[in-house]
């Protein structure tokens, strides 16, 4: 059954005035954003999103590290088994990473604190809020970076990971792409592409500017500068 956003703000209300407010994970605010970043996922304009859209996002943040992890979290609240993601489907991946009511894995975690971080304003540019693909966009492309000139272990690390991530999203995508069009793979080409790249190494840089021009569509995400971890 769909949720909306007025079924929830009545679920909230109702555990507020029981003394309960601290089970509510948004308030009706946040819940209001939450449904505004569903919608730009959402660019079909269908009430739903697959696992493609959903993708992108949690990989681009670091928060999953790729498609099989992804497709776990959508069959975790697909109970009707129809592979897409309605907005009620999107709360339930969010809310079952609430360590205080759920118990969620440490992944889940992170993509609930990621999303009650943004909802509340924690990454706010220059004390507005940023368009959320940009904010996606922005970040990607700031670890990205990183991966090569950042100024601790830490950084780098952290960066190295969602480049790799990206590169593996990137082949995986360019060869879904090829067979839709007829092309035909030797059987190795394919379990090479399905095997994950992970390299310590700093990245190629005609490889890096490669991937960093994949991801420049938009010209006024800017640089994003938080180091806050979700």
């Known amino acids: 059954k769909m949720q909306t ?3 929830n703000s009545v679920i909230n209300k109702w555990l507020k005035k029981r003394g309960k407010g601290d089970c509510i994970d948004f308030d009706d605010e946040e819940l209001k954003k939450l449904r505004y970043y569903f919608d730009c996922l959402d660019e079909k ?6 696992l493609t859209e959903l993708e992108d996002p949690l990989i681009a943040l670091g928060l999953v590290d790729n498609r099989d992890e992804v497709q776990e979290i959508v069959n975790d609240v697909d109970a ?23 118990g969620g894995s440490e992944k889940k975690v992170k993509i609930y604190q990621f999303f009650k ?11 507005k809020e940023v368009l959320f693909k940009l904010f996606i966009s922005g970040y990607r492309r700031a670890r990205i970076l990183d991966a090569m000139m950042g100024d601790t ?3 780098k690390q952290t960066g190295m990971k969602i480049l790799n991530n990206y590169k593996n999203q990137l082949a995986y995508n360019k060869m879904r792409e090829r067979m839709d069009n007829g092309e035909c793979f030797e059987p190795e080409e394919i379990k090479e592409s399905k095997e994950p790249f992970f390299s310590t190494e700093p990245p190629e840089p005609e490889v890096l500017f490669d991937i960093l021009a994949e991801n420049s569509d938009d010209k006024d995400d800017g640089a994003f500068d938080s180091d806050e971890d979700f």
Do not use: H, Y
């Not at 304009?45 to 697959?50: P, V």
């Not at 088994?81 to 009620?88: L, M, P, V, Y």
């Not at 971080?117 to 004390?127: A, D, I, V, Y």
């Open 5 to 7: 956003l007025q079924g």
């Open 45 to 50: 304009k269908q009430e739903a999103i697959g």
């Open 80 to 102: 009707d088994g129809t592979g897409k993601i309605e907005f009620d489907e999107f709360l339930e991946i969010i809310k079952n990473g609430n360590s205080t009511t759920k």
């Open 117 to 127: 971080n943004l909802t509340s304003g924690k990454f706010k540019q220059n004390g």
């Open 153 to 155: 272990a830490q950084k």
